[in-house]
């Protein structure tokens, strides 16, 4: 199977695609299952989770990119909101309390990464070890830190536009259309990361993008 279990929608304060328009695309470009995971923000989710209910051969897995006040903090199976702000620890804990998986998101982004530091002392069990918006560099420091912290892998596009959905994706072993199964999977490390990293050359456009949004948010984090 392959899910993009990173994906960001309008419902994102830097998005710009509906939930809508983000399953018919990834039906159409042939992944087996996505999770929208927007900042702090779980609308988007369960709404697209609704959409695709009697569907039995697509998984929309509902999650939300929590942001502690360290970094990203991707949570998936969750249905409830986790306040953002918490320290890496307590947000780990109330995703666990909600019956959500907790994953470190690219931990060594600049400025939204937890870094490596909070990533060990957060007892992560899954590393997200593939984003598609992280240079190669930042991606094979996260598999190398995976791999020797014993975590779970998976890989996202982290996208904001509909063009780079599936540019990096989760790989399941086990071919199960159930949201508690493939958590489980990842859980236990019978998932790895594949895809495409942000080439050099699109840094400038990425960055610039990025001091976009720093500054229309009132030059504040998201």
Partial sequence: MKIDIHIHSSHSNDGSVSPKEILRYARKIDLDGIAITDHNEL???????????????????????????????????????VPKNLTVKETIEKISDLGGLAIASHPFRF??????ENVRKGGFEVIETINSRSLKKENLKSGHLAKELGCGKTGGSDSHLLSH????????????????????????????????????????????????????RGMKRI
């Fill in 111 to 116: 400025w939204s990464g937890l870094g490596e």
């Fill in 165 to 216: 959905i599936g540019n990096a994706y989760t790989v399941i072993e086990n071919p199960s259309f159930k949201t508690e199964d493939i958590l489980e999977d990842i859980r236990r490390g019978k998932s790895k990361g594949e895809g495409t990293s942000r080439r050099p050359s699109e840094t400038p456009k990425y960055a610039a993008g990025c001091v976009y949004l720093w500054l229309k």
């Fill in 43 to 81: 609308s988007g989710s369960l709404k697209i989770l609704k959409e695709n209910s009697n569907q039995k051969d697509f998984v929309v897995i509902p999650g939300v990119e929590v942001s502690s006040s360290e970094g990203h903090i991707l949570a998936l199976g969750i249905t409830k909101t």
